[in-house]
């Protein structure tokens, strides 16, 4: 199993530019959270999907940021336009129905300047 | 919500002795308690887990306890070695999703 595949790992984007961050889950996971650290917040859950569905987005910081999970092997996290404090490692996690845990992905080292 | 703490912020110890980290939780429902460590630049990773209805829970050289009345748990290192250094995360949550993590553990074992 290649575990939970994000991409890109690294991103570096100029202020007002829109980011997409993607994230594979692991086959026959069907939660899927997306999470963003940082020094001064830790790491905080923005939203979290079940079978495709947005479960809960209270987390989400604002309306520039937006997330879908089209399939079950595919989400993405949108920002536009994205700001300096974006600057973040957002990551993906995944979890099984009946198992608690959760399975990081490598995560994406974003820089918005 | 559900509001974790977790204490000290970083933590310095000599190989060979024990680390111990707390935290504490505010939600009376919150019934999952997972450890992740995360080393420089990778992802966090489970290390230890503990649900409601055990109070303790040991793991080779790791232990976490659980008190549900004070509402707070602890992870317990013995033996430490250079390369338990890291940063450990402690979380809390209802039915074992929606993960409420703490801020965080710097530990540092010196040889």
């Known amino acids: 199993d290649a575990g939970v595949i994000q991409s890109p790992r690294h991103e570096v984007t100029e202020m007002g530019q829109e980011v997409t961050l993607r994230c594979k889950p692991i086959?026959?996971?069907?939660?899927l959270f997306w999470y963003r650290q940082t020094m001064m917040r830790g790491l905080e859950l923005l939203i979290y999907f079940n079978n495709n569905v947005p479960i809960d987005d209270s987390g989400m910081p604002e309306d520039r940021f937006s997330a879908k999970m089209p399939n079950a092997s595919f989400s993405t996290l949108k920002i536009q336009p994205s700001e300096p404090r974006d600057s973040a490692v957002y990551f993906c996690?995944?979890?099984?129905?009946?198992?608690?845990?959760?399975?990081f992905g490598p995560g994406t080292r974003l820089t918005v300047t | 919500g559900e509001n974790v703490e977790q204490h000290p912020s970083t933590l310095s110890v000599q190989e060979g002795d024990s680390a111990v980290i707390k935290c504490t939780y505010s939600d009376s429902a919150s019934n999952y308690f997972p450890w992740y460590k995360q080393e420089l630049g990778k992802r966090p990773q489970l290390i230890i887990d503990i649900r409601s209805n055990v109070g303790e829970k040991k793991d080779q050289r790791i232990a976490v306890t659980l008190n549900k009345t004070a509402k707070h748990f602890s992870l317990h290192i013995t033996e430490t070695q250079p390369e338990d250094s890291a940063v450990y995360f402690c979380?809390?949550?209802?039915?074992?999703?929606?993960?409420?993590f703490g801020k965080g553990t710097s530990l540092l074992v010196t040889p």
């Open positions: 086959s026959g996971h069907d939660y």
């Open positions: 996690a995944t979890q099984r129905t009946g198992a608690y845990e959760q399975y």
């Open positions: 979380a809390a949550a209802n039915s074992g999703y929606a993960l409420n």
